[in-house]
């Protein structure tokens, strides 16, 4: 059986969770980091800390189109946010021209204090093509990077796992001394993300074809308790002593993180008393303690604000005002502890929710499942203000759902992958965020060079940045020629895979030094993307290049 499939079915590094703090922590630590260049100072150091709002967030509550107000009241006759009196919405900018004028809800005053920083930007109406409105599968698109178009519906691994997987590629499964820390953690849910799933360690099926499952199992029975002394000299014996080296490299990321929250302080101690806040308050004493962890992934719940949303008749108070306000005032005093520490300028932040809810209010104090929201992103390094205009609110779809997306939500994304974390376009590619255009989030001055991006063109990349692995033709609709360069002989794996990472079909090879030229036959695949993979049987790594059949 095949490593990659073996771990579908027993916990791969960095899926057992273990405490730090009182939370539950998951290290993905697929990687060793790459050396970065000695000109780019700083960019080594920099963290994304993405917050999950579960449930739908209303961001029509949260950001109130000022111009639309009358719209926007007639529609929410029970649960809008008063434009007068002591309870009316924030203001957030007078200097936005009068269609882009919004006013926050009212306990978002951290929020507020962030944008006169210039510290808060605001992306509107944002979604993806073809909405999905249940959380399971929206959350699991946002996730992944897919959308509701066929092609990209079913992604089996996680947008994060697989830019970490591209900006790192050195697979070692364990800490070293370049990169001790694990690439990223999620804290707060016992639960794994599919966000850190990569393709490598998570398939879709598993396949014992020509394998003998009760061996196999026989022998992993004894996984768990004391390693195995004698382990034998077979392809099961191999898995054993990989599963055995995940075993204690968790428990050497754990240590690692241990010590890093251990060595580490919080500026100021009186967080809010809140799950989010002491989230944020365990990840700001990570960074001060010296973790280098790239990509921090935490959440509240509750969005799903069917019923009760407000209370009758104040409508600046109820279940979805207490959230917005764990949030607001969490990630204010989170980066107060980071400007206090001396490393805000290493953070930055970012919220998504599977959906929106509903233009129009339902008629219990609430909002149902709806499409576009807002994206926050807060940070020192953010470009502030307001990206987009607000959302049409006399234009609606005949279930009141809101219309006209202005971005996508991978541009956010590949935004803060690219100008901020330093990712390099083949990183982009192998994320599946080719071709998304970014938006003016970061500020200029924290823009990362070109000359500083991270990640490999490949894996390989034996030939000075050009593609070793290539196709042609491309599209293709019977057979395609698959070219590699290679410096070196070895045995090798050509497979073809799904979008979704699933396994199509797989052959055997032998690359020679030099030029090597292989057939693949795709006469009978349904027309649509594809991945090419060869993979080094000795060393495990491989090159992925994307191929179009057409009929």
């Not at 509107?124 to 992944?144: A, C, E, I, P, R």
């Amino acid at each position: 059986m095949k490593r990659r499939n073996f771990l579908k079915i027993f916990p791969a590094a960095g899926v057992t969770p273990f405490a730090v703090n009182g939370f539950p922590m998951r290290p993905f630590a697929n990687s060793k980091i790459a050396k970065i260049m000695a000109t780019c100072d700083g960019v080594e150091d920099r963290v994304l800390v993405l917050i999950q709002l579960k449930g739908g967030n209303d961001g029509l509550n949260m950001i109130i189109p000022v111009q639309q107000y009358d719209l926007y009241a007639a529609l929410r006759p029970s649960i809008r946010i008063p434009d007068a009196g002591a309870d009316k919405y924030i203001d957030l900018d007078n200097t936005l021209s009068a269609p882009d004028k919004v006013g926050l809800h009212p306990v978002l005053t951290g929020m507020k204090d962030l944008y006169d920083d210039g510290a808060l930007s605001i992306v509107q109406g944002v979604g993806y093509q073809d909405m999905n409105q249940s959380h399971f599968k929206g959350t699991d698109l946002w996730l992944s990077g897919g959308d509701g178009t066929p092609d990209k519906n079913n992604i089996g691994s996680g947008w994060m796992g697989r830019a970490l997987q591209a900006m790192y590629p050195d697979v070692t499964g364990a800490p070293t001394a370049d990169m001790p820390d694990p690439l990223g953690i999620q804290i707060g849910d016992p639960n794994p993300s599919l966000g850190f799933h990569t393709e490598t360690q998570h398939q879709n099926v598993i396949n014992l074809s020509g394998q003998d499952p009760a061996g196999f199992y026989s022998l992993i029975q004894t996984i768990g308790g004391a390693p195995l002394l004698n382990v034998p000299d077979t392809e099961y014996g191999e898995e054993i002593a990989y599963i055995q080296g995940v075993e204690n490299s968790l428990s050497l990321y754990a240590q690692r993180i241990s010590d890093t929250f251990n060595a580490g302080s919080n500026a100021l101690n009186d967080y809010p008393d809140t799950t989010l806040a002491n989230q944020l308050k365990t990840i700001a004493r990570l960074i001060a303690g010296g973790c280098k962890t790239k990509i921090y992934l935490c959440s509240m719940g509750g969005f799903d604000t069917h019923g009760a949303q407000v209370v009758e008749n104040m409508t600046t108070i109820g279940n979805h005002a207490n959230l917005l306000k764990t949030l607001s005032d969490s990630v204010k005093y989170f980066f107060d502890d980071l400007k206090a520490l001396g490393v805000d300028d290493q953070v930055t932040a970012c919220t998504f929710s599977e959906f929106g809810r509903t233009a129009k209010e339902n008629g219990s104090l609430g909002s149902d499942h709806g499409t576009l929201a807002p994206m926050f992103l807060f940070g020192k390094n953010i470009q502030a203000g307001v990206n987009g205009t607000n959302v049409n609110l006399g234009v609606l779809t005949q279930d009141n759902q809101l219309m006209d997306m202005q971005f996508d939500y991978r541009q956010v994304f590949t935004t803060l992958l690219q100008d901020w974390l330093g990712a390099n376009n083949f990183v982009l590619e192998q994320t599946m965020f080719e071709g998304y255009a970014k938006i003016p989030a970061i500020d200029p001055a924290y823009v990362v060079s070109p000359d500083c991006y991270f990640g490999t063109t490949s894996i390989f990349d034996p030939y000075k940045g050009q593609r070793p692995l290539a196709i042609y033709p491309n599209p293709a609709s019977i057979s395609a020629e698959v070219t590699f360069q290679s410096t070196e002989a070895f045995n090798a794996v050509l497979s073809i895979h799904s979008l979704g990472g699933s396994l199509i079909s797989a052959n055997s090879v032998v690359v020679q030094p030099g030029s090597n030229l292989f057939y693949i036959d795709v006469v009978s695949l349904p027309a649509g993307p594809y991945f090419v993979r060869l993979e080094n049987r000795f060393s495990g790594k491989a090159e992925v290049v994307k191929l179009s059949v057409v009929r």
